[in-house]
T-cell receptor, first 112, second 114 residues
Framework: GNSVTQMEGPVTLSEEAFLTINCTYT??????LFWYVQYPGEGLQLLLK?????DKGSNKGFEATYRKETTSFHLEKGSVQVSDSAVYFC???????????FGKGTKLSVKP | EAGVTQFPSHSVIEKGQTVTLRCDPI?????LYWYRRVMGKEIKFLLH????????ESGMPNNRFLAERTGGTYSTLKVQPAELEDSGVYFC????????????FGQGTRLTVV
């Protein structure tokens, strides 16, 4: 069946450090892939997405590339800020973009 | 424009009681989704409404859970009777076009069953 596996946290980084959060998936067909972010006290927000192989999603300095050959969608940012502290969720769609399978989430804490 | 609104934001109830969660989607969004995150686990899909019809309810855990969306506007999720394992955060999301457009999530309702 379909599933998403992402690296377990928590991840603690210093400001301006490089961030990678690994995400791999198992799916039938060709799902769309997403990263959602949940800032403290807020709901889930779509951070970026990619709908087909080799697509790169990007937003707010974050990037992720849809790699079909490695079934991966790793999230990266070159220089994190304290304001990036949040929980990050990797997800894939099952048909519609609202019908999602999520990973367990990775909590990121960025220290000044 | 108002986003997806859920209430209450928190609810603490005793085992065996009934709780009703409410979700108000973004105006004009026909698609409404319910999800649940149990502590330390993945966010799990519960069901999908298209207007007032249940498109997919494959994620509903058991018959203690009842979701409705009368009139195709707001939705309620009732848990009756609540059990300890129902504790978690319940998220609602809505989208305009299920196939191609982004789903917007609410802040969630944290349910604690004691």
């Amino acid at each position: 069946g379909n599933s998403v596996t992402q690296m377990e946290g928590p991840v603690t980084l210093s400001e301006e450090a490089f961030l990678t959060i690994n995400c791999t998936y198992t799916a039938t067909g060709y799902p769309s892939l997403f990263w959602y972010v949940q800032y403290p006290g807020e709901g889930l927000q779509l951070l970026l997405k990619a709908t087909k192989a080799d697509d790169k999603g990007s937003n707010k300095g974050f990037e992720a590339t849809y790699r079909k050959e490695t079934t991966s969608f790793h999230l990266e940012k070159g220089s994190v800020q304290v304001s990036d502290s949040a929980v990050y969720f990797c997800a894939l769609s099952r048909g519609s973009q609202g019908n999602l399978i999520f990973g367990k989430g990775t909590k990121l804490s960025v220290k000044p | 424009e108002a986003g997806v609104t859920q209430f209450p934001s928190h609810s603490v109830i005793e085992k065996g009681q009934t709780v009703t969660l409410r979700c108000d989607p973004i105006s004009g969004h026909d698609n409404l989704y319910w999800y649940r995150r149990v502590m330390g686990k993945e966010i799990k899909f519960l069901l999908h409404f298209v207007k007032e019809s249940k498109q997919d309810e494959s994620g509903m855990p058991n018959n203690r859970f009842l979701a409705e969306r009368t009139g195709g506007t707001y939705s309620t999720l009732k848990v009756q009777p609540a059990e300890l394992e129902d504790s978690g955060v319940y998220f609602c999301a809505s989208s305009q076009d299920a196939g191609v457009t982004e789903a917007f999530f609410g802040q969630g309702t944290r349910l604690t069953v004691v």
